[in-house]
């Protein structure tokens, strides 16, 4: 190359130069100054978070349900091993009551990890048994786990703490699902400068953002009452054998529940070891056909609709009523002619609710089945709750009028019809059931307000259906269950199990439904026991569990009998 070219290439490169510099500063100071900034202060500054106490759930009389305790978080770090890893493996396993001795020694062997977590919130106990192993390899961080004082108690109302997908505390199911933002609080973050030895700068930039504790909860539960029905409902399942059962105890009032229950249940401190089946709550969660407990209800929007009183004769109960193609006859095949409304609440006559279904006419009968909650959520402060699938208007037919209108041919849930019956209960207005009467924290305690969505039934209404109720208690085939002394209102339900897309004869759900007392409700109660094998009928069953309890909440609510 000659001179000439040279000096040209030399003059343009310290022409060039001056503008690549630019363009690098520019990049730096400019284009790429927030991540220059980020990765600066990362390198000089330590970020921790600091975890929010859980918020603890309270009995009605201030006792736990739900605590706090403390645990760890403990971590093998392997750079400081002087151990062997198999050894490592073997030796520890069984001191976190882990049969996973394989599964430790691979998670320990892999070279891509340094610190490998032994386990997650463990006990004060195995941080010591840890600890006494003297290695210098170990490493724990403080951390809390739930503790249950009552074991587990209203199981399927509490829900249990697990894991989110970054292995964060996460609320499931039940109060701590629904309550998760008030229960879980907000940690805190302390950010400090620290050196090139990675010590604290004392006079360095400093922040700390104190963790705001999560809300406690207290609730309507009376413990008591909760520990009667679990212990009422444990006896029943093996008195009858059913497959399983449910009881939930509300003031019809307010909507406060009081006590509820379903078996099997599951251990919120174990949840792990069960089937995830069993943590939806059944009496939100499970619909099922109700049966004659929703005779009840559409006896209620019948006299609400002035088309039928308490001694209207049914002009077609002497046989079998045909419905289309469809003949429709009583459970027990037995007729009975110019019996009133009263007497087919009574004996539970299919063929007399067949008669007031079509007086109420399809139209109205969907417009009440609506009004009275069972085409939405009751609005239960518990995550699992579950509305169960609802025909399109277009879609219903006179035949399934008839049959929806003795409880069959339609799924609900126990909470909605324990919300439905607490309308009658309480003269005709439909109430939000909760669970939660307080969320308390440091600085405020808030009363939860009762929530009355709206006026369903007339107070007449709701009088004359109780009537009947009572009558039915007294004179119906579960009479013999009555406590003795007090006016209670009821209503058996007894429900075929669709097996293979047909019912089958001896396959049933029993339930009972009722309040007491009958003039100044203090509960609302629902039984269910699904497939008792003792016997098909709910008067057997369901109606001894249901007057068991009733006994236990009368005595409670210090009820004295009438002589």
């Known amino acids: 190359m000659s001179i000439h070219w040279r000096l040209i290439s030399l003059h ?24 220059l900034l980020s990765l600066a202060r990362s390198q000089q500054q330590t970020t921790t978070t600091v975890s929010a106490k859980r918020g603890e759930i309270f009995l009605s009389d201030n006792s736990y349900l739900v605590a706090n305790q403390p645990a760890y978080n403990a971590f093998f770090v392997k750079n ?41 919130k463990i006990s004060q106990e195995q941080k010591w048994s840890l600890e006494s192993l003297a290695w210098k390899n170990l490493s724990f961080e403080p951390d809390q786990s739930r503790f249950y004082p009552e074991a587990s108690m209203a199981a399927h109302l509490i829900g249990f703490v697990g894991q989110d997908d970054l292995g ?15 229960l879980a609080g907000q940690p805190g973050i302390l950010r400090q400068e620290h050196d090139a030895f990675s010590q604290p700068i004392i006079f360095g930039q400093f922040f700390n953002q104190e963790p705001r504790d999560g809300r406690q909860l207290k609730l309507f539960l009376d413990k008591g009452l909760q520990f009667m ?36 249940a599951y251990e919120p401190a174990k949840y792990s070891g069960f089937e995830p089946e069993l943590f939806l709550n059944p009496v939100v969660a499970d619909a099922f056909e109700p049966g004659s407990i929703f005779k009840i209800v559409v006896m209620a929007a019948a006299m609400n609709e002035n088309l039928i009183k308490p001694d209207t004769i049914c002009d077609a109960c002497a046989g079998p009523i045909k419905v289309d193609k469809y003949f429709i006859n009583t459970w027990d095949n037995q007729y009975r002619p110019n019996e009133t409304m009263t007497d087919v609440i009574v004996h539970s006559d299919n063929v007399g609710m067949v008669f007031v279904g079509q007086k109420l006419g399809l139209d109205k009968f969907l417009d009440y089945f609506k009004k009275f909650g069972f085409s939405t959520p009751t609005n239960i402060d518990l995550q699992d709750e579950q509305v169960p699938p609802f025909k399109p208007d277009k879609q219903w037919t006179f035949v399934d009028l008839a049959t929806a209108s003795f409880g069959q041919g339609f799924l609900a849930t126990g909470m909605q019809l324990l919300q439905a019956t607490a309308a009658i209960a309480n003269g ?57 002394g007090y006016q209670i209102a009821g209503k058996t339900g007894t429900a075929q199990v669709a097996v293979g897309g047909k019912y089958a004869e001896t396959v049933t759900n029993a339930s009972f439904i009722g309040f007491a007392p009958a003039d100044k409700p203090k509960f609302v109660m629902l039984v269910t026991l699904k497939e008792p094998k003792t016997s098909q009928w709910a008067s057997e069953t369901a109606a001894p569990l249901w007057f068991s309890i009733a006994a236990g909440l009368l005595n409670h609510f210090n009820i004295v009998p009438m002589l």
Not at 91 to 99: C, D, F, G, R
Not at 113 to 118: A, E
Request: charged share 20%; hydrophobic share 45%; aromatic share 8%.
């Open 168 to 182: 964060k505390d996460k609320g499931v199911y039940g109060l701590e699902g629904f309550y998760q933002a008030e």
């Open 12 to 35: 343009l490169f310290f022409l060039l130069l001056p503008v690549v510099l630019v363009s690098r500063l520019f990049y730096w100071q400019v284009l790429a100054a927030d991540n």
């Open 80 to 120: 400081k091993s002087e151990v062997d890893l198999k050894t490592i493996a073997e030796t520890i396993a069984p001191l976190l009551n882990s049969t996973a001795t394989a599964s430790l020694y691979n998670r320990l062997s892999d070279p891509n990890i340094n610190w490998v977590t032994l386990g997650k």
């Open 229 to 264: 029905v679990e212990k009422k409902l444990a006896s029943a399942l093996d008195r009858y054998g059913a497959k399983s059962g449910s009881v939930a105890v509300m003031d019809p009032f307010t909507g406060a529940i009081l006590a509820m229950a379903s078996l099997p």
């Open 428 to 484: 005709g207005e439909l109430v939000e059931p909760r669970v939660v009467n307080q969320i308390i924290s440091d600085r405020q305690t808030i009363t939860l307000p009762v929530k009355a969505r709206q006026r369903v039934i007339s107070q007449e209404a709701a009088q004359q259906v109780t009537g009947m109720m009572v009558a039915a208690v007294k004179d119906g085939e579960a009479k013999w269950t009555n406590v003795k």
